[in-house]
């Protein structure tokens, strides 16, 4: 009995000399032991199966260079936020209960005075804790819980000065969260305050990764090449040397060094334990092979792998690149078709397939084609991607023409069948729908999702040439029903492919084509379902029913001079798409051509003219220019355009216009800063008098529109800004004028719908009340995601419209003149009878703060001393989406001052 109570004394004294309370050698040894291979061990496993899970559950888009890292966010990390609470709940354990921080009394053996003293200014004894923030901070991270990873980085930077891997350990995360995050001012501003060269030995490869994870986000690639050469020379983590090889040998690749490219692409091969990355590796090492043979035999070796079944849409790919290397274009299309046609996948792959075609055929002229082509590629591709937008926006200008020209096609078809007795008209068709029966025959055992391959083979490369008179077959008798590549741009086969779907921004293949007997028998239903005229007779409706075709073919002069109407129309338009919207002089000139020499008595001609003065002039044909002068001075000697050739000081005009423009302009909107309204409205006037052509001329009418909202003229405004939009669809101001007449004109039927109906509001109050207090239950989950898209509110602190609308005005010119790339978007969120500004398209919280620096402090904002009749509030798309009522916007001012 007397042993037994000896041992519990002698346990208690040793569990006593131990205590976290007490700092002595025996104290710190035990409660580093316990952190470090009890608490501590069982956070850093969890940790690292985090982390290991992470990488494998990581998606690559190998067709752009690769992040250095797995992307971290809210959804890519939701799978692995188990382990990483348990990280961090053992690391607050191991904080909280092993924590030393009394001071030692007696001096550790071998240290001297001086070290003992700088040793007890330390705020923590147990070495091990440190560590624990560390971890714990870096757990944070990977939970993409971003600021509170940094403010723990900052916790160990005030507190653990004294331990240098630890410093340097968190600086380096602090750098990797804020370049993470997307705050690259200052991940770039920390980064040039980290001493590089007092960085542990232990950190150099950590130190060399994180700086070139920095210069990637910069977009500072040759930078990135010297810290990712070091990095990989000093990891020894096989998945990160074998990672930044790849991400290393793309920077060359970019750099044009494809000897060095290819020398890490095949050690990248080597190293990679995935096959994604060692199947890329080795496609990217063939595809830079200097020798185009051994390149091409190695290419199609890999494609007759079992293991690359899904990856031959990139081979093909590859080949096709090496075939245009070597300037052979039609073996190029070629494989580049095969590669649509063997994809498997809807991703980013096929969509870069398409985009190549797309951009061969647009630089061969074969329009139509790549319009196509461009369908499938915004179809396909992330609104996301680089390409996206060019690609959108060349598939709209395609579509336009493409609308066009087949309503040339068409009409020349009708006309010239009219000219046919009814046999051989019938004998034409019998042979449009044996084809049209063939056609869906092989549709039926090819996968739908291949509509641009199958439509560009059955056109059979077939050239678009805007002069073609003979509209019927190309070469051939057949007419444009018998012609494939134009049938298949029809409404009958669009609607297979997408569905009914309206000609609209986002939308692009015809929808439906005119005819002249549509036009004379009935006017055209807003929801017509074919670009064929609608009959009581069934057959009429059938595409295989010959009298679906004949009921379109015009039978009376009135339908002959329609569509004759329709194809001087479609001229002209087509005419302008080439030179306003695809700078294509050449083919704007033979269209204009065409279209005088076919309608010599169209009123249009007049513009025509003008307009080929100057394509001559870009041309360096200045014989031809004077023709086409004297042409216009001749036939409409009254028009405008006559009236400034006929000036002998038309070209120094011209030439002052072009440096008074931009000179004026700014010195107008200076003006309209300042506050000078009416000077605004005088220079609008003399720039639409003196210098009726200038480009800039829709800039100098929106400033107008807006000074003449704020001196009351709302009615001029509305004006205005509708004629920018129909007279300049395509001017950079339109977008933003249809913004805020919509809104305006939003406002003013909101207004009259309260007055009208608020006695019924009063009779639902109640019921209104518990519609509220349901959506509140469901709605208010108020995020902190900082990573996603950000809105600014400026909320008004009374009511008044005025205010509100002068707000709008002054937000629309300062962005329009500030950003040239950004594009935000404005709209009005009304709460029962409040109504708050709203601008969007930031890309986060930190571009959110910087546009409320901006507007706070740029004179060049005239709105800028209205801001102190507005709170302004950054707020998340997530959280936005959930403010429905006066209440949450007051829920949610509440979370984010708690929040900040």
């Not at 102190?868 to 429905?884: G, P």
């Amino acid at each position: 009995m007397k042993k037994i109570r000896a041992s519990f004394c002698l346990i208690f004294i040793i569990l006593f000399a131990c205590s976290p309370k007490k700092n002595t050698w025996t104290s710190r040894a035990y409660q580093g032991f316990a952190v470090k291979y009890n608490v501590g061990f069982n956070a850093a496993t969890s940790f690292n199966e985090a982390q290991n899970a992470l990488i494998l559950a990581n998606t690559d888009d190998y067709s752009d260079i690769l992040p250095l890292y797995p992307t971290v966010n809210k959804q890519t990390t939701s799978s692995i936020s188990s382990q990483l609470n348990t990280t961090i709940e053992k690391c607050r354990k191991a904080i909280k209960l092993h924590s030393i921080r009394s001071k030692p009394t007696s001096k550790p053996m071998g240290m001297s005075d001086k070290e003992f003293r700088a040793y007890r200014e330390q705020e923590e004894f147990n070495p091990q804790i440190p560590k624990a923030w560390l971890l714990m901070g870096k757990a944070e991270y990977y939970k993409a819980d971003f600021v509170e990873a940094i403010a723990t980085f900052n916790y160990i930077l005030r507190h653990y000065p004294e331990n240098p891997n630890i410093l340097y350990g968190a600086q380096l995360w602090k750098l990797r969260t804020y370049t993470d995050m997307g705050w690259l001012h200052e991940a770039e501003s920390h980064f040039s305050q980290i001493k590089s060269s007092n960085i542990p030995t232990s950190l150099r490869p950590t130190y060399m990764a994180f700086a070139a994870n920095l210069m990637l986000n910069l977009k500072r690639y040759s930078e990135a090449i010297g810290y990712l050469e070091d990095a990989i020379d000093k990891s020894q983590n096989k998945y990160e040397k074998a990672r930044f090889g790849f991400v290393l040998a793309q920077l060359y690749e970019r750099e044009k060094n494809n000897d060095k490219a290819r020398q890490y692409y095949i050690e990248a091969q080597r190293l990679a334990t995935n096959y994604e990355m060692i199947f890329n590796a080795r496609l990217r090492a063939a595809a830079l092979e200097r020798n185009t043979k051994k390149s091409l035999k190695t290419l199609q070796r890999m494609a007759l792998s079992s293991n690359n079944k899904t990856y031959l849409d990139q081979i093909y790919y590859a080949i096709g690149n090496k075939y245009l290397e070597d300037n052979k274009l039609d073996k190029a299309i070629e494989s580049y078709k095969t590669a649509m046609a063997k994809s498997t996948r809807n991703g980013i792959d096929k969509a870069q397939v398409a985009l190549r075609i797309a951009e061969l055929y647009y630089d061969k002229k074969e329009y139509i084609l790549s319009g196509l082509y461009y369908d499938s590629v915004i179809v396909i591709m992330p609104n996301t991607h680089k390409e996206y937008k060019k690609a959108e926006n060349r598939s709209q200008t395609l579509s336009e023409l493409a609308q066009n020209y087949n309503t040339v096609q068409l009409q020349d078809s009708l006309l010239r069948l009219s000219a046919m007795p009814e046999a051989a008209q019938r004998k034409i068709i019998d042979r449009i729908i044996k084809k049209l029966i063939d056609a869906d025959k092989k549709r039926a055992k090819d996968s739908t999702d291949r509509a641009a391959l199958e439509v560009a083979d059955k056109a059979g490369g077939i050239s678009f040439d805007p002069l073609s008179s003979n509209m019927i077959g190309r070469g051939s008798n057949e007419w444009y029903f018998y012609n494939t590549s134009s049938l298949k741009q029809g409404k009958a086969d669009f609607k297979k492919r997408w569905g009914n779907r309206p000609l609209e921004d986002s939308w692009n293949r015809l929808v439906k084509t005119p005819t002249a007997n549509n036009i004379e028998g009935s006017e055209a239903s807003d929801d017509s379902d074919t670009n064929i005229t609608t009959a009581k007779d069934s057959s009429t409706q059938d595409k295989y029913s010959p009298e679906y075709y004949l009921a379109q073919i015009p039978t009376t002069e009135q339908s002959k001079q329609i569509a004759n109407q329709l194809i001087a129309t479609a001229l002209y338009n087509m005419g302008n798409i080439f030179y306003t919207k695809m700078n294509d002089i050449n083919s704007a000139d033979s269209t204009y051509r065409t279209f005088q020499s076919r309608f010599p008595t169209d009123e249009r001609k007049a513009e025509t003219y003008f307009i080929e003065y100057q394509i001559n002039g870009k041309l360096n044909l200045p014989d031809e220019q004077e023709v086409f002068r004297r042409k216009l001075l001749a036939e409409y000697p009254t028009s405008k355009y006559a009236v400034i050739l006929a000036d002998t000081n038309y070209a120094n005009n011209v030439r002052k216009m072009l440096l008074v423009q931009d000179s004026l302009y700014r010195t107008t909107y200076e003006a309209y800063i300042g506050g000078k309204l009416q000077k605004v409205r005088d220079n609008y006037a003399s720039m639409n008098q003196h210098f009726p052509m200038s480009e800039h001329l829709p800039k100098f009418a929106f400033l107008d529109a807006l000074s003449a909202a704020k001196l009351g003229l709302k009615d001029t405004m509305e004006s205005r800004l509708d004629t920018i939009i129909s007279k300049y669809p395509d001017s950079e101001v339109t977008p933003i004028s249809k913004d805020i007449l919509a809104l305006v004109r939003q406002g003013r039927k909101q207004q009259a719908a309260t007055q009208v109906t608020e006695n019924i509001n009063e009779r639902r109050s109640q019921e209104a009340k518990n519609e509220i207090d349901s959506i509140k239950k469901d709605v208010e989950k108020f995020s902190s995601n900082i990573a996603e898209r950000h809105n600014i509110l400026l909320i008004p602190t009374k009511a008044d419209k005025k205010i509100m609308n002068d707000m709008l005005y002054d937000l629309a010119a300062y962005n329009f003149n500030k950003f040239m790339v950004k594009d935000f978007d404005f709209d009005i969120l009304k709460l029962g009878r409040k109504e708050i500004l709203v601008i969007s398209g930031m890309d986060s919280l930190d571009e959110g703060n910087w546009y409320k620096r901006l507007i706070e402090t740029d004179s060049n904002f005239a709105g800028k001393n209205l801001l102190s009749n507005f709170d302004i509030v950054i707020i998340s798309d997530t959280n936005l989406s959930q403010i429905k009522t006066e209440e949450n916007l007051s829920n949610y001012l509440r979370f984010n001052s708690t929040n900040k």
